[in-house]
């Protein structure tokens, strides 16, 4: 299966991202060694969108509200070393590639410094109603 849309290529260089959130990983959220499960990685992902989002002045239910969602078209996740249980993970992204109606986000997880992962979710602007819609220009104007 090809992706279709995904097209961004996510730095290993921290200083690359404009934002970052710290998650620390739970017990719930590993394996019998201790280790997160490959699954969990993206709820992180979500967490830190949805707090940039809230940094950048448009929190997530204010977009609602306005009637507007974001869906999730696409996501990869490349995983370089096991994020471990009690470790605390810096969420890097930054917005990417937006076009008339979806953009992507670009993510690199870090502990202390190291590279752990890297991910790129693809999103689609779409009404309450499902139909997709125009980007809103606050989000435009992010990107460049």
């Given at each position: 299966?090809?992706?279709?849309?995904?097209?961004?290529?996510?730095?290993?260089?921290?200083?690359?991202?404009?934002?970052?959130?710290?998650?620390?990983?739970?017990?719930?959220?590993?394996?019998?060694?201790?280790?997160v499960h490959h699954s969990r990685y993206l709820p992180y992902?979500?967490?830190?969108?949805?707090?940039?989002?809230?940094?950048?002045?448009?929190?997530?239910?204010?977009?609602?509200?306005?009637?507007l969602d974001y869906t999730v078209l696409e996501c990869f996740?490349?995983?370089?070393?096991?994020?471990?249980?009690?470790?605390?993970?810096?969420?890097?992204?930054?917005?990417?590639?937006?076009?008339?109606?979806?953009?992507?986000?670009?993510?690199?997880?870090t502990v202390d410094g190291h590279n752990r992962a890297t991910?790129?979710?693809?999103?689609?602007?779409?009404?309450?109603?499902?139909?997709?819609?125009?980007?809103?220009?606050?989000?435009?104007?992010?990107?460049?």
């Amino acid at each position: 299966m090809r992706c279709v849309r995904l097209s961004v290529e996510p730095s290993l260089d921290a200083t690359a991202y404009p934002f970052h959130h710290r998650i620390r990983v739970r017990f719930a959220e590993t394996d019998a060694m201790g280790i997160v499960h490959h699954s969990r990685y993206l709820p992180y992902l979500e967490e830190a969108r949805v707090a940039y989002l809230r940094d950048v002045g448009h929190p997530y239910s204010a977009m609602r509200a306005e009637g507007l969602d974001y869906t999730v078209l696409e996501c990869f996740v490349q995983y370089r070393q096991p994020l471990r249980f009690d470790e605390q993970v810096d969420v890097h992204l930054r917005l990417a590639s937006p076009s008339r109606t979806a953009f992507q986000m670009a993510y690199l997880l870090t502990v202390d410094g190291h590279n752990r992962a890297t991910a790129v979710t693809v999103h689609g602007c779409v009404t309450s109603a499902g139909r997709p819609t125009r980007l809103p220009e606050w989000l435009l104007a992010l990107a460049s």
